[in-house]
């Protein structure tokens, strides 16, 4: 089991830039696959940017290539997605979530929320225009 805590939501203006982060329990953090997920009120859920166990691959959300950046640090248990250019549509609260599968290959990136096991509270971002 992991527990996961978001930080660094806010409000922003368009073409600003949010770091957020999400601190993890436990000691097997490593062992886990990582995602941020964002959702806009009255939609759906979307997969926003994953991490491998590795570390060594990431994938995006078509909407967010370019402009935002996963990374993790295993020493201090953290996820960050460092988000630059923000758009008023990137406006939701956003969440990051672990993956405990550990079938796949330590360089695979998990993009279905579906398949997530365990997630944060949450952390609200506003982009204003």
């Known amino acids: 089991q992991v527990q996961l805590v978001e930080s660094g939501g806010g409000l922003v203006q368009a073409g600003g830039s949010l770091r957020l982060s999400c601190a993890a329990s436990?000691?097997?953090?490593?062992?886990?696959?990582l995602g941020w997920f964002r959702q806009a009120p009255g939609k759906e859920r979307e997969t926003v940017a994953g991490?491998?166990?590795?570390?060594?691959?990431?994938r995006y959300a078509d909407s967010v290539k370019g402009r935002f950046t996963i990374s993790r640090d295993n020493a201090k248990n953290t996820v960050y997605l460092q988000m630059n250019s923000l758009k008023p549509e990137d406006t939701g609260v956003y969440y990051c979530?672990?993956?405990?599968?550990?079938?796949?290959?330590?360089?695979?990136?998990?993009?279905?929320?579906?398949?997530?096991?365990?997630w944060g509270q949450g952390t609200q971002v506003t982009v204003s225009s």
């Open positions: 436990g000691r097997t953090f490593s062992t886990y696959g």
């Open positions: 991490i491998s166990r590795s570390g060594g691959s990431t």
């Open positions: 979530a672990a993956d405990r599968n550990l079938l796949y290959s330590s360089d695979y990136v998990q993009m279905s929320t579906a398949r997530y096991d365990f």
